[in-house]
């Protein structure tokens, strides 16, 4: 009987730990669908936002992302416009662009940053202001989730920030 006792214990001793093992793997998707149907997403803050437009150059592009408003919650991060040159690879060693933000025709700003080939090299990028919306950035690496150049996967990463509306 001690036998028995024994190694249905151990039985279910191995079991639970199975069971234990394969339960994140078999709710998985339900998690998954659950939390995709209560509609959350990641606050623009953190993405950069939705992209708004493509401007296509030779051999790359400009994605031109929303604006995103300051945040009652976050008074340090200031509004911002995020842009994206992909891929990075195939970007010349100097690039200096005018954007137009608001897609009125107008240049609002002028970037320029060096494209080490260096993957590891910090980067720092300049931008020119060319209308009162946009703030002006000398130098800047990573300063802060609103004013920033970083290499993000294959694309170079700038958010600039924007004066508040009601400043």
């Known amino acids: 009987m001690k036998r028995l006792t024994a190694i249905l214990g151990l039985t279910a001793a191995g079991l639970t ?3 234990t093992g394969l339960a994140p793997f078999l709710w ?3 998690f998954t669908g ?3 149907a209560a509609g ?3 606050d623009p803050v953190y993405t950069g936002g939705e992209p708004a437009r493509v401007i296509a150059r030779q051999g790359y592009q ?3 992302y929303h604006p995103v408003p300051q945040r009652a919650l ?3 991060i200031g509004p911002f416009v995020q842009l994206a040159w992909k891929p990075a690879a195939a ?4 690039v200096t662009e005018e954007i137009d933000l608001d897609n009125d025709n107008k240049p609002d700003l002028v970037a320029s940053f060096d494209v080490p080939r260096d993957t590891k090299t910090d980067l720092r990028v300049d931008v020119q202001p060319l209308t009162p919306r946009v ?3 000398s130098g800047v690496g990573q300063d802060s989730f609103s004013r920033l150049i970083a290499r993000v996967n294959d694309a170079i990463v700038v958010r600039v920030p924007l004066r508040n509306a009601g400043k």
């Open 40 to 42: 959350l997403r990641i």
């Open 135 to 137: 703030l002006a950035m």
């Open 34 to 36: 659950a939390v995709s």
């Open 17 to 19: 730990v199975l069971v």
């Open 62 to 64: 400009i994605i031109i």
């Open 28 to 30: 998985f998707n339900v």
């Open 74 to 76: 976050l008074p340090r």
């Open 91 to 94: 970007l010349p060693a100097r």
